[in-house]
């Protein structure tokens, strides 16, 4: 993997298509300053979460082609794409055929049936599911409330569960009386006001059958009979749809088949780097906490690089956990290169408290280890502060948080529970109080860091936070507050402004300038407000000295004999 910098993006963020991304990095301004781009699942044919809710890999064709990625290729520039190991969408075709053939279907054990998982490990309950005992619930680690489970309908009218990590949504269709007359045999004006009761109280989460008792009960439709009811019910059930996300289950052969055929697929988009997501929770066993099994989670990484070595990708497993879990270290023992979810908090850290001793111990440790990451400021998802655990003191990250939600952060909390969700949510030049000094000295602290810099497109272009987009989404919608689609207009317009053109010069420089390696020697230092980075390869030196106070900072290069100011800010 070179250590060149990443540009990460929607494939619709920058004008509206990908074709529209290449047109970008084809401009003088954009030239030369990025090595890599990292376009995120919307790629891909998707349902749910932006991209993260895999239904296939195929491209999705309103945003991509393979001339586009082709195109992008031929710029040098390498791509890296996701891979969602845990799960796959309710509507991929392997999930669709359990719903249309139940037992019959080849695909039955491609999900995790839960009661089949938890079979002589707790107590059969009255609504289908195995309930398991404490010992083993107490150890688990949840994502959401309640247990884990989705109940599917299968075809013979049998409820049976499966292991849901993530998002699940069941819906009913709006039904019509003439429909509800042909399958209850009622008349027209029963059947009218039973799918006018159902129409209304379904899209507010209320169940069929509680809509029907309460139409009995209350006998809005006239005398109904237990048969019709009972039909009616069925109907409704039968006809039932889903969302979201089902895991996998990694047990089965054909799991394995559709492993080999998703890598084999990204590698014929041309991937390089294959960001491996939600790996931490595929491999499951009764007694364990099924986040991050170990060794489990280990064997599961190690037979997936098997797959993807031969097509020359590099992997790289995505995990959020604080400082003190020591998780990095783990997956950096392993031979993987890591993600470095501390360095933007680390940042606002040392801007916010003028002082670099947490950044560049940080930096330090990541030199003597010899741990290699992708690092970056802002991404798709949030700034992770509560990762910082173990670095900082929980009151100085409650500070930090405090700091950005003042400056119209969001923080949502995870369970209901404060302190627990690992990320803040505003856009990176938000959180830094919408400073263009303190901006520009982030980036250049961040093309110093060892790692490869990972560059979100808003962050470029010094987007603010978008409380509009936040608004439109509804309830769960804090992340579109950092995932601002850029019109062709504000492209252009964005390019010309000094806070872009500054940045793109700093990317170009890390880019070509050969002090900058894999094999570098790198020095950091801190003393109060001062903070400096010296990279040193074959003779070039490139070094970075830094006022955090006033955000003033000067970048040299030296050529053997040759000693060079190249850029100087403040």
Known sequence: MNIGPMLNLYPD??????????????TEEAEGAFSSCYILPSLYHTDLDRGFSVIDYSLNKMYASGETLEAIKKLGIELKLDFILNHASVLSRQFQDIIAKGEESEYKDFFINWNEFWKDCGEMTEQGYILPEEKYLKKMFFRKPGLPILMVRFPDGREIPY?????????????????LMKAADLQYMQAEIIAQELSMGCPEGKKPADILQ??????????????????????????????????????????????????????GYGAKIVRLDAFAYAPKKPGERNFLNQPDTWELLDKIKQIAEPYGMALLPEIHESYSEKIYEKIAEQGYVTYDFFLPGLIIDALESGNGEHLAGWAQELIDKNIRTVNMLGCHDGIPLLDLKGILAEERIQKLIDIIVSRGGYVKDLHGQKNIYYQVNATYFSALGEDERKM????????????????????????????????????????????????????????????????LELLRFRNSCPAFSEESRIKVSSE?????????????TAQLKANLQDCSYVIEFCDQDRKRTLITEG
């Open 440 to 503: 520009l000295l982030a980036r250049a602290l961040q093309i110093f860091m060892p790692g490869k810099p990972q560059i979100w497109y808003l962050d470029l272009f010094a987007g603010k936070n978008d409380y509009e987009a936040v608004k439109m989404a509804g309830p769960g919608g804090h992340k579109e507050i950092n995932r601002t689609n850029l019109t062709t207009a504000q492209i252009c317009s964005g390019l010309s402004k000094p806070i872009v053109k500054q940045q």
């Open 13 to 26: 963020s920058l004008g509206g298509t990908l074709d529209d991304v290449v047109d970008f990095l084809k």
């Open 528 to 540: 109060g407000s001062q903070i400096c980075f010296v990279w040193e390869h074959q003779g070039c």
């Open 214 to 267: 309460e139409i009995v009960l209350e006998r809005k439709a006239g005398r109904l009979t237990k048969e019709q009811i009972t039909t009616i019910w069925n109907y409704m059930e039968q006809h039932r749809y889903y969302l979201g996300q089902m895991d996998l289950n990694i047990q089965s052969p054909k799991v394995w088949e559709y492993y080999r055929e998703v890598l084999k697929t990204l590698a």
């Open 163 to 179: 292991w849901n990590t993530f998002y699940q949504e069941v819906n009913y269709p709006k039904v019509s009386a003439q429909e």
